[in-house]
């Protein structure tokens, strides 16, 4: 009797334990949160360096403009002393002249081909761009554009040439637009944020039509300020003030270039207040370094700005650039 009530209560315990693991389910993984930011559209970023491509390539047109003049006034020497040599080559018909011009036409040919005219040495080039010729020049060298990576760029035949390249990459700009509007009303973002972009993209296309020069780099700039606006929205690798920094640094040099020292000023102090908000995020990603470079590159910005002397202004708003982009690595160097 003893065995049997023991085997009855071995079978009720055994019932229970099989049913207390039968009614465990297995965990799922918890599903993401409906408030949790979508990743941000990568066109974003393509808007920005189109952006950044129009003032690339706008800003050089005074370089290429005088290049353009230049080149073809190198052309033009090199055909008269082309016409030079034939007329002093013509200038005797006798037979022995006819057997070393044919003796020296293998060699002298070659010769001509590599020469430049009379001098005979390396080809007569335009001068190199200067400062002076660019404003958003310095600038555009530590934005690793595609067209910036390029040491020596084609040089268009004429400005038409270059403006048809310009006005294309805007229309590129409406396309990109197109792409991205749908998602930010989706996002719920303000519907004035999204009209002012809109309404700067068609100044800065009514511009390009007009080949107005300083209008284009300033409203393509002014295009970049509301990339940040619509960042806010999305999950993303790089703080919006990141671009907003890049944004203020590009606004000082170009209203500094037209002697518009207070809205430079302006600017400026944007440059400190966005800085400020990023150094505790800094501090945690062990980037003290990187803020001892900004605030010491910002302090000298500073000095040539009340200096008002434009070519330090462009050389100290470099360097600024550079600590945002070495900002921004550190950022997300974790990531």
């Known amino acids: ?3 049997k009530k023991w085997g009855i209560f071995a079978m009720i315990f055994c019932i229970v334990i099989s049913s207390a693991a039968c009614g465990q389910k297995p965990q799922k993984p918890s599903p993401k949160s409906e408030n949790e930011p979508k990743p941000m559209p990568k066109v974003i ?13 706008t800003d050089k047109i005074p370089y290429f403009q005088r290049v353009i003049v230049e080149k073809e006034m190198i052309e033009q020497k090199k055909k008269m002393e082309e016409l030079q040599m034939k007329a002093a080559e013509g200038g005797g018909d006798s037979e022995q002249k006819k057997q070393e011009g044919e003796q020296g036409e293998g060699q002298g040919g070659q010769q001509g081909s590599s020469g430049s005219g009379a ?3 390396e080809e007569e080039k ?5 400062i002076d010729e660019g404003i958003l020049t310095e600038l555009m060298k530590r934005e690793k ?18 403006w048809n390249g310009i006005n294309s990459t805007i229309l590129g700009l409406h396309n990109k637009w197109n792409v991205l509007e749908p998602q930010l009303i989706q996002q719920g973002i303000s519907p004035e944020i999204m009209n002012n972009f809109e309404t700067t993209l068609d100044n800065l296309t009514k511009a390009g039509i007009e080949n107005k020069y300083f209008e284009t780099l300033s409203i393509a700039n002014n295009l970049t300020a509301y990339l940040p606006d619509f960042m806010a929205y999305f999950k993303k690798e790089v703080p919006p003030s990141i671009y907003t920094l890049k944004y203020h640094i590009r606004n000082l ?11 430079a000023q302006e600017s400026l102090n944007k440059l400190k207040e966005h800085g400020q908000t990023l150094k505790p995020q ?12 900004f605030d010491a590159s910002v302090n000298n910005l500073e000095k040539s700005l009340n200096k008002k002397d434009l070519h330090l202004i462009k050389i100290n708003s470099s360097i600024v650039l550079k600590n945002i982009l070495l900002m921004q690595e550190d950022l997300t160097a974790a990531m």
Not at 126 to 130: A, C, L, N, Q, S
Not at 282 to 293: C, N, P, S, Y
Request: aromatic share 2%; net charge positive; proline share 5%.
């Open 1 to 3: 009797m003893k065995i």
């Open 45 to 57: 970023e393509e808007i920005e360096k189109d952006a950044i491509k129009i003032m690339e390539q």
């Open 119 to 121: 001098s005979g040495g």
């Open 126 to 130: 335009p001068k190199p761009m200067t």
């Open 145 to 162: 554009t595609d067209s910036a990576k390029k040491q020596s760029q084609k040089i268009p035949k004429n400005l038409a040439e270059l």
């Open 253 to 263: 040099v170009l209203n500094a270039a037209v002697g518009n020292y207070q809205a």
């Open 282 to 293: 800094l501090i945690e990603k062990k980037g003290k370094a990187t803020i001892d470079k």
